[in-house]
């Protein structure tokens, strides 16, 4: 009887180390196919990018990690499961078995399909039940696989998986795997940022003299008004367009529009430009974007270097996205106030659709046949029946967009304080571009088109950790020159590799920003390029050879054009524009155009951006 015993405890012994082996050379199997998996991914990741160029380590090094993390781990459970089935197929025998199996199958196969048609024709791209369903059709797949190789016999099944030869190095690349995520835990603890925090406040459509420090008569931006007391105050910031994708792609790349490749529409921002965010990244911060509009989505390549990017109240003209912006933005703070972070908020509402906020009506006696939130096309099509009553609603419309973003933004300045946040952050504070109410004579109503100052004449405040005086530059400066002078200011540095167009801003030197030439440009249902330089202004159209010369220190509103009047700084003008053109021409690129959503494109055609 004990040897009967001891027999049968033997044999349940090696048996279970059968089992053990088999696991183990599963598991291994599964790490070299999912390190493979993912050296493939990681090299389609970081080719397009110059991040090794660079010397832009860390991102490189997250990147990988990234990669390896997922199909490693995918690819551990799909071929442990397949062997797992393998394992069992051969205990079954009895043909009900079997009919249970063909059953499952097709039921499998048929969610896989359904599922399948769900994401691509109705579920949005980013939604939560969109990464279920995917998790799901994994599992899924490898109980298809798995099936599959059910069907084969069993010492054929562990041929093609090579058991044997597997154990090694895949327990190899298993340690290297965790000393990789350990390695980067461990960087971010020893090497954390020692800079402040920073706050980059964008407001869609703001143009400067409808602000309060910048004269407007209007109480339009009490909150914005306060912030400036403590910051620099730059009065005459210039974009470099009159529209959202390139102007936000200006300021984040430090690169003209043209350089990036924009001509007429939204495009992809190409990887091997090196945006604000990523030199966060790679110095440690935590990187959250939190944007409202569909032009600055991931989809165009603005998540790049973003930890997180928030873009769920990318909802269109209709909706009102700033309390949503900016309970986000307070979630964030919170949880992230002891760490060092790179913030970017987006406020999208003074962008048209024009809608009224019942607290801040400031034409409550209108009683014309305008309405709020009335469509940017009907309006463009009643333009050329407007009174000047109908052009002074308009106005107070945009106005209580601005004074009802400008509150949840106070919202925020106000939870930095609370945090203890406020005197240790470099805040910024701008807009993309402008917007223009009729005020050329060709009934014309928003943005995108033209140059004058309406439309790229645009807020700029910055509030410098421990500074709290206000001090006011009215040099002309681009807000091109915003991506080096944010770096600089938070003692980090851009790579000398990268070539940028932007310079840092000096306030030390104040010659020598004066003597800064500045360039706008758009493609937008015309071509036009701008020069602002030493006061003088000169807007040229390429297509028919226009010039329009303006002296901005007298005729801050454009008013008379004096090409004809004055040759000399016609001419100057002219050989600094020339010179940019021969300068940019080299670098530009042959940008990709995104494929939008059909519900992407029906919002952008009804803000006009698409045909």
């Known amino acids: 009887m004990l040897e009967s015993g001891t027999q049968v405890s033997e044999s349940a012994i090696g048996d279970n180390t059968i089992r053990l082996n088999k696991a183990i050379a599963a598991l291994s199997m599964g790490a070299i196919v999912g390190f493979i998996a993912g050296l493939i991914s990681f090299h389609t990741s970081i080719a397009p990018t110059g991040y090794i160029q660079y010397g832009m380590f860390r991102l490189t090094a997250s990147i990988l990690q990234e990669s390896l993390n997922k199909w490693m781990f995918l690819s551990i459970i799909v071929v442990s499961f397949v062997a797992f089935l393998v394992e069992l197929r051969i205990r079954i025998k009895d043909r009900r078995a079997l009919k249970v199996f063909w059953l499952s199958f097709v039921s499998i196969l048929f969610f896989f399909l359904s599922t399948w048609a769900l994401r691509r024709y109705w579920l949005p791209e980013k939604s939560f039940l969109m990464n279920i369903l995917v998790h799901a059709e994994m599992f899924l797949l490898a109980i298809i696989l798995g099936r599959v190789l059910m069907k084969m016999k069993w010492k054929t099944s562990l041929k093609l998986l090579r058991i044997r030869h597997t154990r090694k190095p895949g327990l190899v690349l298993i340690v290297f795997l965790l000393l990789l995520n350990l390695g980067i835990i461990i960087d971010r603890r020893i090497n954390s940022p020692t800079g402040p925090n920073i706050v980059l406040i964008i407001v869609d459509t703001l ?9 407007y008569g209007r109480n339009t931006t009490p909150s914005i008004d306060r912030l400036s007391l403590n910051s620099i105050l730059f009065k005459n910031a210039i974009s470099a367009a009159p529209w959202t994708t390139p102007s936000i792609g200006s300021m984040f790349t430090s690169q003209y529009p043209a350089v990036l490749g924009f001509r007429d529409k939204p495009i992809i921002i190409d990887q091997r430009f090196l945006t604000l965010t990523e030199i966060f990244k790679e110095n440690n911060y935590v990187t ?41 933005a307070i979630c964030f703070l919170k949880t992230c106030k002891n760490r060092r972070f790179f913030l970017f908020l987006h406020y999208f509402d003074p962008h048209f659709d024009y809608i009224l906020h019942e607290d801040y009506d400031y034409y409550p006696d209108y009683n014309g046949p305008l309405y709020s939130s009335q469509p940017i096309r009907e309006l463009r099509e009643k333009a050329p029946q407007m009174t000047a009553d109908d052009a002074r609603y308009i106005k107070a419309l945009y106005d209580s967009e601005i004074s009802f973003t400008d509150e949840h933004i106070g919202v925020v300045l106000d939870e930095l304080k609370n945090l203890g946040l406020y005197d240790t952050t470099l805040i910024i504070l701008t807009a993309d571009h402008g917007e223009e109410f009729l005020e050329r004579g060709d009934y014309w109503i928003g943005h995108t088109k033209k140059l004058y100052q309406e439309q790229i004449h645009v807020p700029l405040i910055m509030k410098l950790p421990g500074h709290n005086e206000q001090e006011i530059m009215h040099e002309y400066l681009g807000l091109i020159n915003l991506m080096p002078t944010i770096v600089d200011y938070a003692g980090l540095w851009i790579p000398g590799e990268y070539r940028r167009e932007g310079r840092t801003i000096d306030m030390s030197d104040i010659e020598e920003l004066g003597n800064r030439a500045i360039f706008s440009q758009t493609r937008r249902w015309t071509s036009l390029q701008s020069v602002t330089w030493k006061g003088w202004k000169l807007i040229y159209n390429p297509i028919v050879k226009s010039r329009q010369l303006f002296n901005l220190q007298k005729d801050p509103a454009e008013s008379r054009n004096l090409a004809r009047e004055n040759d000399k700084a016609l001419n100057a003008m002219e050989i600094v524009l020339q010179k940019w053109n021969g300068q940019i021409k080299s670098r530009k690129t042959q940008a990709e155009e995104p494929d939008f959503a059909e519900e992407q494109k029906r919002h952008l055609r009804s803000l006009g951006y698409l045909q």
Do not use: M, W
């Open 288 to 328: 959250k974007g939190i944007i409202s509009h569909a032009h600055v989505s991931s989809a165009l390549g603005f998540d790049q270097g973003f930890d997180s990017y928030d873009e769920e109240n990318a909802k269109g003209h209709g909706h009102i996205s700033s309390p949503s912006i900016t309970e986000k």
């Open 207 to 215: 143009r400067a003299d409808h602000v309060g420090c910048y004269g």
